[in-house]
């Protein structure tokens, strides 16, 4: 780095006795494949790799989800042979989302014991102990309103007549939160990872479970979470579309940066273990920012859209799907991330290693 005049002069000089071309030639460190092996700097391993479930209630469904081409909805009796698929890909974790039977306006059935995710939670563990199980810890699942905690809606026990209607209640949805997260713990979670930026949710969780001796399971926050376009594909997945308005009032607007790093501070004080930032592509600014500035692990989270994307081109023939999937990787663990939610974790592991 230049620093002072001196050193202006000195570096001038050098400059002119070496002159940077035709001596140095960037393109020789990319003259054959194993040369450009031994200099490559992000390897993608299947350990980066968290592959998202989607479990349903009722019995032998696999059903195909539309819009995102190999995902399906799993009810508990499909599951054992998806798990083991997973675990011989040596993919360490998935992360699980419930479609319940029945909704309601504080999504009971995320907080019952014997509710979809605390079952398939048990299904998992029973058959892969060692995998890790991440639960996304949310309410837009499970209430019949679609969005992510309790809403202030007239009638409501929590009804607040000074707050606008249809204002998500945060404190409210932290106890809920704190709730369901000690049962899914109870049923085996190894991480929870709540995804709904209610305030407080980090601390609140982190409390409940320390409460309930739960101090070894730990908490991935959806630290900078967007109120994303991209999410349109697994709210058909989830069955979990808001039914009035959008989530703007509580996921972040996608415009803002700095606020993202507010955001991060807020959960990292509050004892978050590793960070999530999502969608991945849209947002790799915030990823590297937040790569720099914390030393925790960094989950990115390439979203349905993202992979919807990429199928619906590749689906037109205008790009090749394997090669742009494990681009957009790359660039997401070149960015910053130790992790990546993915719906192409299998598909990575088979390309990676060489079978398509
Ligand atoms: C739950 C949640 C959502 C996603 C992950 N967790 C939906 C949303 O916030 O609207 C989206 C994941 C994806 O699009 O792949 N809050």
Not at 13 to 20: F, M, Q, S
Not at 116 to 143: G, H, N, Q
Not at 285 to 314: C, T, W
Request: aromatic share 8%; charged share 20%.
């Amino acid at each position: 780095m230049i620093v002072n005049k001196e050193d202006l002069n000195q570096q001038e000089t050098a400059n002119a006795a070496h002159p940077v071309y035709p001596q140095i030639r960037a393109r020789r460190l990319r003259v054959n494949s194993n040369l450009r092996r031994m200099v490559r700097e992000t390897i993608l391993t299947p350990a980066n790799f968290i592959y998202p479930l989607f479990i349903r209630h009722g019995d032998d469904f696999q059903k195909p989800i539309l819009s995102m081409p190999g995902q399906f909805q799993w009810s508990l009796d499909r599951l054992p042979d998806e798990i083991r698929r997973i675990v011989a890909l040596n993919i360490p974790a998935v992360i699980l989302f419930g479609i319940p039977e029945i909704k309601d306006a504080c999504g009971s059935d995320n907080y019952n014991p014997e509710g979809i995710v605390p079952r398939a939670i048990r299904t998992i563990k029973d058959i892969a102990p060692d995998l890790i199980v991440i639960s996304d810890m949310c309410f837009c699942e499970y209430t019949d309103h679609g969005h992510c905690g309790i809403i202030n809606q007239i009638g409501d026990e929590h009804y607040e007549a000074h707050l606008p209607k249809g204002y998500l209640l945060n404190d409210p949805t932290l106890e809920l939160l704190a709730k369901a997260s000690v049962v899914h713990a109870q049923a085996g979670a190894d991480i929870i990872a709540p995804s709904g930026m209610i305030d407080g949710m980090v601390g609140t969780i982190r409390s409940a479970l320390d409460a309930n001796q739960f101090q070894h399971v730990s908490v991935m926050s959806y630290a900078a979470k967007y109120a994303s376009g991209f999410y349109g594909p697994f709210r058909d997945a989830a069955e979990s579309p808001p039914q009035f308005g959008d989530r703007s009032q509580y996921q972040m607007d996608p415009a803002n940066y700095r606020e993202a790093l507010k955001e991060v501070a807020l959960d990292v004080a509050e004892g978050t273990d590793m960070l999530l930032i999502k969608p991945a592509l849209p947002y790799l600014d915030v990823l590297s920012a937040v790569r720099k500035s914390y030393n925790l692990p960094i989950a990115a989270y390439q979203v349905s859209g993202e992979f919807a994307m990429l199928h619906a081109a590749a689906a037109n023939g205008w790009i090749d799907l394997q090669r742009c999937a494990l681009e957009s990787l790359t660039s997401i663990k070149r960015a910053g991330a130790d992790m990546i939610v993915t719906y192409f974790a299998q598909d990575a592991v088979r390309w990676l290693e060489g079978k398509s």
